[in-house]
């Protein structure tokens, strides 16, 4: 190296030494991380992949700045910067030409995605709280770009981008299962403490359960992969046995029944059942369940089992609507969702503003031991009835649409895909997907990044995979 560079590069750190000691003298300590916001700067300029796979790793290693009580300010770090200078990437990129391959913008789920968003910005402007739904619609926006776009870019361009996506979130993802159970071991695996050992990575043990379900699919698809060595097969066992304990000590009842749900879809898919067959039973099923409700609440209300430590039991409470207060809770805020649906059938009350609104909606005989009137008691734990009262009609029409092409992407990429350990973790992460939208009735998390990294890019791998069958269908075709 020149002398003169040598020089230079001594006066830049003497310079940020300087600073840094002023920094510190006034309690400003931010100044520490210039370098590392250098190094992330030029990794999006230069090695924009590699940026990309460092962010998902640390999806589930990131902290929200509200658990660390630090202003009250719900930010994830490190990931939610990072994904703000991404969206400002793809725009700065979007007034230059297509910013990602512009076969993914042509595909008819971007369009679907599209119009949601366009949807979601309209409520916007007739939000009940519009700084909310602002930092809603903007929080969408870059989990979009950035595990959907961004990454489906990756997906179509580096095929092994496939499996390191879902190994980079499932690697450090195990590492926070390790420390929840070396805490949860200090409480003696409690029912009641696994519900927040492990913050501050997840903010509580259903989100945690619902990442876990999402990534045990697509772990076991992986391990049907002949290219790897005995000692990659041996990773992924261990990998997958510390998800499947971690699954098992979250106590997240919704997780169980997803991964059994799709474990019947699995099967009823190898034995032949085609989507309109599995669309039909399931449109039966629920005319069964809507004329027979009636009874069918009476039976489950004869169930009276709380939830407890022992699994067995904890198992049986799933159907308690008679005693147990969390599932009880969740008719509270279903029925509030509802009654806030019917006074704004249109537009919704706006993009997350329900947790500052439902209260009112609340009727006295739904009420529980853990209801609240603040604006501290969550959203209305379900990805379905929670878009119905924030956007209105159309809101709950958007996320059926995504149900239904994750159904149809599913089924169309089993069909059109010829490499077969493409075709499995293909499966891997149809189901993994599915496993989400089961959870969903439940429960709903896209407005973080934990859950939007999966289900963002899962649906990018499924869309690249229906690309790619297309692709190799019309070259058959001519030839």
């Given at each position: 190296?020149?002398?003169?560079?040598?020089?230079?590069?001594?006066?830049?750190?003497?310079?940020?030494?300087?600073?840094?000691?002023?920094?510190?003298?006034?309690?400003?300590?931010?100044?520490?991380?210039?370098?590392?916001?250098?190094?992330?700067?030029?990794?999006?300029?230069?090695?924009?992949?590699?940026?990309?796979?460092?962010?998902?790793?640390?999806?589930?290693?990131?902290?929200?700045?509200?658990?660390?009580?630090?202003?009250?300010?719900?930010?994830?770090?490190?990931?939610?910067?990072?994904?703000?200078?991404?969206?400002?990437?793809?725009?700065?990129?979007?007034?230059?030409?297509?910013?990602?391959?512009?076969?993914?913008?042509?595909?008819?789920?971007?369009?679907?995605?599209?119009?949601?968003?366009?949807?979601?910005?309209?409520?916007?402007?007739?939000?009940?709280?519009?700084?909310?739904?602002?930092?809603?619609?903007?929080?969408?926006?870059?989990?979009?770009?950035?595990?959907?776009?961004?990454?489906?870019?990756?997906?179509?361009?580096?095929?092994?981008?496939?499996?390191?996506?879902?190994?980079?979130?499932?690697?450090?993802?195990?590492?926070?299962?390790?420390?929840?159970?070396?805490?949860?071991?200090?409480?003696?695996?409690?029912?009641?403490?696994?519900?927040?050992?492990?913050?501050p990575f997840y903010k509580d043990h259903t989100s945690y359960g619902a990442a876990l379900a999402m990534v045990i699919p697509p772990i076991i698809a992986l391990l049907t992969w002949r290219r790897f060595s005995s000692f990659m097969k041996a990773i992924l066992v261990l990998t997958l046995s510390i998800l499947v304990v971690g699954i098992i000590l979250s106590y997240t009842r919704a997780a169980w029944v997803s991964l059994v749900a799709v474990g019947l879809l699995w099967g009823l898919i190898k034995v032949g059942f085609r989507l309109r067959t599995l669309l039909t039973i399931g449109a039966v099923l629920l005319g069964f369940v809507w004329i027979a409700q009636d009874?069918?609440?009476?039976?489950?209300?004869?169930?009276?089992?709380?939830?407890?430590?022992?699994?067995?039991?904890?198992?049986?409470?799933?159907?308690?609507?008679?005693?147990?207060?969390?599932?009880?809770?969740?008719?509270?805020?279903?029925?509030?969702?509802?009654?806030?649906?019917?006074?704004?059938?249109?537009?919704?009350?706006?993009?997350?503003?329900?947790?500052?609104?439902?209260?009112?909606?609340?009727?006295?005989?739904?009420?529980?031991?853990?209801?609240?009137?603040?604006?501290?008691?969550?959203?209305?734990?379900?990805?379905?009835?929670?878009?119905?009262?924030?956007?209105?009609?159309?809101?709950?029409?958007?996320?059926?649409?995504?149900?239904?092409?994750?159904?149809?992407?599913?089924?169309?990429?089993?069909?059109?895909?010829?490499?077969?350990?493409?075709?499995?973790?293909?499966?891997?992460?149809?189901?993994?997907?599915?496993?989400?939208?089961?959870?969903?009735?439940?429960?709903?998390?896209?407005?973080?990044?934990?859950?939007?990294?999966?289900?963002?890019?899962?649906?990018?791998?499924?869309?690249?995979?229906?690309?790619?069958?297309?692709?190799?269908?019309?070259?058959?075709?001519?030839?």
């Amino acid at each position: 190296m020149p002398a003169s560079k040598h020089n230079s590069a001594y006066l830049a750190i003497g310079l940020y030494a300087v600073a840094l000691a002023v920094s510190v003298h006034f309690d400003f300590h931010w100044l520490a991380l210039l370098p590392v916001v250098g190094l992330v700067a030029w990794m999006a300029f230069s090695r924009l992949n590699a940026l990309v796979l460092v962010l998902v790793a640390a999806v589930p290693l990131s902290i929200n700045l509200e658990e660390l009580e630090l202003g009250g300010l719900g930010v994830y770090l490190p990931t939610e910067p990072l994904l703000a200078g991404l969206l400002l990437l793809f725009v700065f990129r979007s007034v230059r030409g297509w910013p990602v391959d512009a076969r993914l913008f042509r595909h008819p789920f971007t369009w679907w995605i599209g119009l949601s968003l366009v949807w979601i910005f309209l409520t916007t402007l007739v939000s009940s709280f519009p700084l909310v739904s602002v930092k809603f619609l903007v929080a969408r926006l870059w989990f979009v770009v950035g595990f959907f776009f961004i990454l489906g870019h990756f997906f179509l361009h580096h095929p092994k981008w496939r499996h390191q996506y879902v190994l980079a979130y499932a690697l450090p993802l195990c590492v926070v299962v390790i420390y929840t159970m070396i805490r949860h071991a200090g409480f003696g695996f409690e029912k009641d403490a696994g519900h927040w050992v492990m913050k501050p990575f997840y903010k509580d043990h259903t989100s945690y359960g619902a990442a876990l379900a999402m990534v045990i699919p697509p772990i076991i698809a992986l391990l049907t992969w002949r290219r790897f060595s005995s000692f990659m097969k041996a990773i992924l066992v261990l990998t997958l046995s510390i998800l499947v304990v971690g699954i098992i000590l979250s106590y997240t009842r919704a997780a169980w029944v997803s991964l059994v749900a799709v474990g019947l879809l699995w099967g009823l898919i190898k034995v032949g059942f085609r989507l309109r067959t599995l669309l039909t039973i399931g449109a039966v099923l629920l005319g069964f369940v809507w004329i027979a409700q009636d009874a069918l609440l009476i039976q489950l209300q004869r169930n009276d089992q709380d939830s407890s430590d022992d699994l067995t039991e904890h198992v049986e409470s799933i159907s308690n609507v008679s005693s147990d207060a969390s599932n009880l809770e969740r008719l509270n805020r279903w029925n509030a969702a509802l009654a806030m649906f019917q006074e704004r059938p249109l537009t919704g009350w706006g993009g997350g503003t329900y947790q500052f609104v439902y209260a009112p909606f609340q009727r006295a005989q739904d009420r529980t031991i853990i209801s609240t009137n603040n604006a501290d008691g969550g959203n209305a734990h379900s990805e379905y009835l929670g878009p119905l009262a924030e956007q209105g009609v159309l809101g709950l029409v958007f996320v059926l649409g995504l149900l239904g092409f994750c159904l149809h992407l599913g089924f169309r990429v089993q069909n059109g895909l010829h490499d077969p350990e493409q075709r499995a973790l293909a499966m891997g992460i149809f189901l993994g997907l599915m496993t989400y939208f089961v959870h969903g009735v439940l429960n709903n998390y896209l407005d973080t990044d934990k859950a939007s990294a999966l289900f963002w890019g899962y649906f990018a791998l499924l869309v690249v995979w229906d690309l790619h069958a297309t692709s190799e269908q019309s070259d058959s075709a001519t030839t």
